[in-house]
C-alpha cells in the first residue's frame, strides 16, 4: 500500500538552531515528491518538487534533498517566522488517476 | 486577486442536513480537487476532477457529491451531514502537465462542524 510517513510529529526548535525533518515513502513509482508549508487557518502552500534521488532544491533557509526510500527538509538557523507544518505528498504513478498522497505533517515551531 | 476563494470559511451545520461548500479559482486550471484535513490522517482525497463534466472519486467520497458545470467553479455537496464529517475541506486546482508533477495550489479551506 503507497504510503507517506513524517517524523518527527513536533519539533521544537531555539532561533538558530538547525534541525531536519524527515519525510519517508513507499510507492510503487514515483512521479515527484513534493514540500508545502501550511500556516494555522490557511491551505498548504507549494515550496519544493523533487524528482529523482540525489535531487536538492534550496529556498532561503530551506533545502530538501531526495533518496529512494525518504526526503529531508533541512533548515538552517531557522526564525521563528519559519513556524507551520510542514507537509510532505508523493506523486504516485498511477493509471486510473491522478493521485497525490500527504504525510500527516511536522509542526515545527522556533521559538525566540 | 487571482487564486482559489472558498465559501464559507466556517460553518456549522445539524446532522441530516444537506450543505455545500464552494470553490471558485481564477486560473483556468483544468485540475481541480477537493481533501478533507483531520488530525493524525492529514489530507485525503475526496473527489477530483481532470475538466468541466469530467469528475472521479478519490480516497474517501462516501456521503460527497461534486458537479463541475463550469471550469472556475467545483462544488462540494454533503448530501446528509454526519458528524464523521465535521472537517477542515481544501479546494485545490492544479494546471495541466504532461508530466502531471506540477504543485496544487490550495484554498484556505472551510472549517465545517456537523452537531
Known amino acids: 500500500e503507497d504510503q507517506v510517513t513524517q517524523s518527527p510529529e513536533a519539533l521544537r526548535l531555539q532561533e538558530g538552531e538547525s534541525s531536519s525533518l524527515n519525510c519517508s515513502y513507499t510507492v510503487s513509482g514515483l512521479r515527484g515528491l513534493f514540500w508545502y508549508r501550511q500556516d494555522p487557518g490557511k491551505g498548504p502552500e507549494f515550496l519544493f518538487t523533487?524528482?529523482?534521488a540525489g535531487e536538492e532544491k534550496e529556498k532561503e533557509r530551506l533545502k530538501a534533498t531526495l533518496t529512494k526510500k525518504e526526503s529531508f527538509l533541512h533548515i538552517t538557523a531557522p526564525k521563528p517566522e519559519d513556524s507551520a507544518t510542514y507537509l510532505c505528498a508523493v506523486q504516485a504513478e498511477e493509471t486510473s488517476y491522478d493521485k497525490v498522497i500527504f504525510g500527516p505533517g511536522t509542526s515545527l515551531s522556533v521559538i525566540p | 486577486d487571482a487564486g482559489i476563494t472558498q465559501s464559507p470559511r466556517y460553518k456549522i451545520t445539524e446532522t441530516g442536513r444537506q450543505v455545500t461548500l464552494m470553490c471558485h479559482q481564477t486560473w483556468s486550471h483544468s485540475y481541480m480537487f477537493w481533501y478533507r484535513q483531520d488530525l493524525g490522517h492529514g489530507l485525503r482525497l475526496i473527489y477530483y476532477s481532470a475538466a468541466a463534466d469530467i469528475t472521479d472519486k478519490g480516497e474517501v467520497p462516501d456521503g460527497y457529491v461534486v458537479s463541475r458545470s463550469k471550469t472556475e467553479n467545483f462544488p462540494l455537496t454533503l448530501e446528509s451531514a454526519t458528524r464523521s464529517q465535521t472537517s477542515v475541506y481544501f479546494c485545490a486546482s492544479r494546471a495541466p502537465d504532461s508530466s502531471y508533477n506540477s504543485p496544487l495550489h490550495f484554498g484556505n479551506g472551510t472549517r465545517l462542524t456537523v452537531t
Open positions: 523533487l524528482y529523482s
